[in-house]
């Protein structure tokens, strides 16, 4: 019984002595660690301005008695917000000189609460050591710190998405991700030339978002790919990669865990690969490729994909004939319109049983679609609900359920630059006369807005205006023009999106009287009336938010091209938004200018040509 005493006792008081160690001392142990010496900065607690000196400093005041686990976890955590909370970095010295860098959106509970697993977005393991950090579309400004390798044995998943002014240079944190699993920084700042080597770190990796972010005009190195072996979604959309030794790496053409495969949007430099790049990859399900354009067509490989269900390839320039060997897969969506695909639709396709979807809409296709094909369609009693062709003179479809731009797919142009509207008016722009104000000058019009000038693109926030999609002094144009109460009064294009209440941009279309748009100062204007106008001018400025304050409303850059905010494919509602999209397909534009390519031209109908 005595020894069951003095058992408990040292126990307890070896328990005890581990929790009174100082934060202080246990950071300064963690900081200056031979493990992490590649990674983290071990000089960083000497500056008493750091980020790193700041953190240590909470811990001190919040962490007394915790243990060193829990001091160690919750440095990290604070490490994180003192380093992306209202921080400058080197995108918002470009994009936003001088203004005051904006703060998190939302940081329920963080540093002042010890209980760092409460935080907003944190979620902890049994230990309290922390498994998930998702701070996506939270307002990140600032550099994503190293000390996160401090996590590297707990952290399951990080959500940094649609953070754009996150930045990261050289992630060297990823070197000790051991237990990531699920990895999502699109559309952030993060920055490498092509995918960065460090990546090889989180060998355990499952998904990866990299999608519209800088990790961009370099290759898709095969060091950094390799030992992803359990890798099965992946997301590369929205950049530029080298192709100059290959495009996509053998890690990725050959993987043996690759289901989904998404690589919208890419440019390819100096060449374009084939869509054989893509047919080596056994248990391949769904692969989004639009607007990535293609050398080729589709190649009769496709039919090794016996796993492929969902293949979109829209707007890829592909040309030649649709192989009749993807009737050897289990394809159920399939999305080829805006094409120039030729000949005749292959009769082995009716054997394509799980069918429900078909787009061939904008080809040069030929001949009538076959009969083993309608005999697929769903009042045939088959699951095909939707099929759109052209169904013009040269192609016959009795069994089609829309045709040509009806099934709603075609467009003329880019989200970002589309093409005048019925009735001679232009399908993304303000009037010259508009008012936006531009920092340090005031109240300027539309007419007179420049590339460089600083626009208030919502409540006391600027951004330079890096191009303008539509620039037309002298063009007369049919507008909207929406009076609200009080008294704002907007001309736009109807196409073009407009901010309401809640946040979201739909088409100025479906405006209706009543409805409540977003002002400059976040407050809300009711909509009194809706008219028609002629206006002269055509202007249709970018920033780097997509947004823009226009006599006093905050408006989108850029257009839907469909009546609703979120975009419609074939009878699916998606969760995409027109804003969403555009922006992203605008990516590459940006990227440009911000690398220093600012030659920007325009044609005599004011289309910019850069």
Known sequence: MQLIKLLILLITTSTFVVSQRNPEDVIFELQTSSEYRNVVDRNALSDRNSYQTRAQRNANAYMQGKTEDQIR????LSCIYIATNGVSNPRTENDM???????????????????????????????????????????????????????????????????????????????????????????????????????????????????????SNGPLLQEAFQPLTELYYLDIGDNKYDTSSYSLPNALRFSQ???????????????????????????????????????????????????????????CGLTGSLPSQLSNTNIDRLWLFGNRLSGRIPSSWGNLDDLKYLYLESNQLSGSAPSSLCSLSENQGGDLAELGMD???????????????????????????????????????????????????????????????????????????YSFGHK????????????????????????????????????????????????ATDELAVVKYIRGVERKGAFAPFTTSGTIVVNDIVASNYIAYQSSENLHIGGIDTTLSFQWLAHTFNSMHRLMVMGGSTNETYTTDGVSVW
């Open 73 to 76: 976890n919750y440095y990290v």
């Open 97 to 215: 000189p001088g203004q005051r860098i904006p703060r998190w959106t939302r940081s329920d509970q963080w540093i002042i609460n010890p209980d760092y697993c409460r935080w907003r977005g944190v979620k902890c393991d049994r230990n309290d050591n922390v498994r998930e950090i998702d701070l996506h579309s939270n307002n990140l400004h600032g550099s994503w710190p190293n000390e996160v390798a401090l996590l590297g044995d707990s952290l399951e998943l990080l959500e940094l998405f649609d953070n754009y002014y996150l930045y990261s240079i050289e992630p060297k944190w990823m070197l000790k991700m051991s237990e990531l699993q699920f990895l999502y920084f699109g559309t952030t700042s993060f920055e490498a030339r092509g995918a960065s080597p460090y990546l090889k770190g989180c060998t355990e990796l499952r998904e990866l978002d990299m999608s519209n972010c800088y990790w």
């Open 257 to 315: 865990s690759l289901e989904n495969l998404y690589m919208d949007n890419v440019l390819w430099s100096p060449s374009r690969p084939t869509l054989d790049i893509i047919t080596s990859i056994p248990l391949l399900y769904e692969t989004w490729n639009d607007y990535t354009q293609f050398s080729g067509g589709l190649p009769t490989t496709l039919g090794r994909l016996r796993q492929l269900r969902s293949f979109s390839c829209a707007y």
């Open 391 to 465: 169904c013009h003179s040269t192609i016959g479809c009795s069994c089609c359920t829309c045709c040509g731009a009806a099934c709603g797919n075609i467009i003329t142009g880019s989200p970002t630059s589309g093409p005048p509207s019925g009735g001679g008016g232009m399908a993304f722009c303000f009037s010259g006369d508009s008012l936006v104000t531009v920092k340090n000058k005031g109240l300027v019009t539309m007419s007179d807005l420049l590339l460089g000038d600083n626009v208030m693109v919502s409540n006391n926030k600027y951004e330079p205006v």
């Open 472 to 519: 037309n002094p002298d063009t007369s144009v049919s507008y909207l023009q929406i009076g609200t109460v009080p008294g704002h009064s907007l001309v736009l294009s109807e196409g073009h999106m407009i901010t309401v209440d809640g946040g979201g941009k739909v088409p100025a279309s479906t405006i209706k009287e009543g409805d409540m748009l977003l002002t």
